[in-house]
């Protein structure tokens, strides 16, 4: 009888915490990069005139790309680690044209 009462409170225990984080602390977290990566020395290679299909070879196709706006683009990058975010930037890009008229980076 406390054999089956012991296996059925494993069962039951096993079932409950299938799927759910573990409640002992974690040593590692995974970084997680979300976005187009954008580091300082690829931003520093933008420069006006240059065309759209210059800046999509650098930085990649924008995350956003308004069809009402098609003359700005949006890059967005996050880094985190775990719940903490560890570095965030968004730069925006404005075209006239098929060339590039400015940049604003703004770093959080």
Not at 19 to 43: I, K, M, W
Not at 61 to 74: E, I, K, M, S
Not at 77 to 90: D, L, N, S, T, V
Request: glycine share 8%.
């Amino acid at each position: 009888m406390p054999h089956l009462f012991l296996r059925t409170a494993g069962v039951l225990l096993l079932a409950l915490t299938a799927g759910c984080r573990s409640l002992l602390p974690s040593f590692y977290t995974v970084p997680v990069r979300q976005g187009n990566h954008l580091d300082e020395a690829t931003v520093a290679q933008l420069h006006p005139g240059m065309s759209k299909q210059e800046v999509q070879r650098l930085l990649g196709t924008p995350l956003v790309a308004d069809p009402f706006h098609q003359d700005r683009w949006d890059y967005y990058y996050q880094y985190g680690k775990g719940a903490k975010i560890a570095e965030q930037r968004h730069i925006t890009l404005f075209f006239s044209g098929e060339a590039l008229q400015r940049v604003d980076v703004m770093k959080n």
